[in-house]
């Protein structure tokens, strides 16, 4: 590698390092630099291959996403377009109701009924690969650039254990149930499955916990409120990897939106 290309690198990961440092801490602004790390590899692959020119490219667009990113943050948060919720969806027995994108898919076969009270599962996406992401192996299937994928499960805390597949009936369920010692159940579950390479720490504000997940092939977030002494709302959505601000900012809507 030239001597060039090392002081480009080097000027740049210090730049990366300080605004990831500065920025962090303003929530509005979700800071993702998986895809500038990727081209900062890609620039080092480049250069070992003798392609310094290649090399220098890669280094002068990951500088320019990183100056867009640090703009972004600085102005309160990046931009995120959501499509509008337009379309209402209700349970069968009429217990919730959320809102989500026009034209999104419903599996019919991916609403359960509450076995433990009222409520209830279900599974929505925009494409047909993303209804399969929720309803078949999650570690076996990949999205596309603009897949995305949603569960929503509405009941008391048995039944979102019991839809996401982690409910225990030999482990006894917390007499009066909360959001911490939910979030805590499921996190450990998630662990335990060693699917996603990601797992946040969750974030708190009021009855409401959050934390992101994810792999080399999607982001997601998680969201869990409590509705009531033993209701509660679970959202789960899937984007593509690198389209983490989009995830979370659909996901927060969708879930705002259970009735």
């Known amino acids: 590698m030239s001597k060039r290309l090392i002081l480009a690198g080097l000027t740049l990961s210090s730049v990366l390092l300080s605004s990831v440092g500065v920025q962090a801490q303003d929530k509005t602004c979700d800071i993702d630099i998986q895809p500038i790390v990727a081209q900062l590899?890609?620039?080092?692959?480049?250069?070992?291959?003798?392609?310094?020119?290649?090399?220098l490219q890669q280094l002068r667009e990951a500088k320019a996403d990183l100056e867009a990113l640090e703009t972004a943050c600085a102005n309160g948060?990046?931009?995120v377009t959501v499509p509008e919720l337009t379309t209402t969806f209700t349970a069968p027995d009429e217990s919730f109701s959320f809102l989500y994108p026009d034209g999104w898919a419903t599996d019919p076969f991916t609403f359960t009924l509450d076995s433990f009270g009222i409520g209830g599962r279900a599974i929505i996406a925009n494409t047909q690969a993303g209804l399969k992401l929720l309803t078949q192996t999650i570690d076996q299937t990949k999205l596309g650039a603009t897949d995305q994928a949603a569960m929503i499960i509405v009941g008391s805390a048995s039944t979102v254990l019991y839809s996401l597949g982690i409910y225990d009936s030999t482990v006894e369920q917390p007499a009066l149930p909360t959001v911490e010692a939910l979030t805590d159940y499921i996190q450990l579950a998630i662990r335990d499955g060693q699917i996603f390479d990601e797992i946040s720490d969750p974030t708190y504000e009021g009855e409401t916990a959050s934390f992101s997940i994810g792999n080399p092939e999607f982001d997601g977030l998680v969201l869990l409120s409590q509705?009531?002494?033993?209701?509660?709302?679970?959202?789960?959505l899937i984007g593509d990897t690198g389209t983490r601000p989009t995830v979370n900012a659909l996901a927060?809507?969708?879930h705002a939106s259970i009735e």
């Open 41 to 55: 590899i890609s620039a080092q692959t480049a250069s070992a291959s003798g392609k310094q020119e290649d090399a």
């Open 77 to 79: 948060s990046a931009a």
């Open 227 to 236: 509705l009531d002494t033993d209701k509660f709302s679970f959202t789960l």
């Open 252 to 254: 927060e809507a969708i």
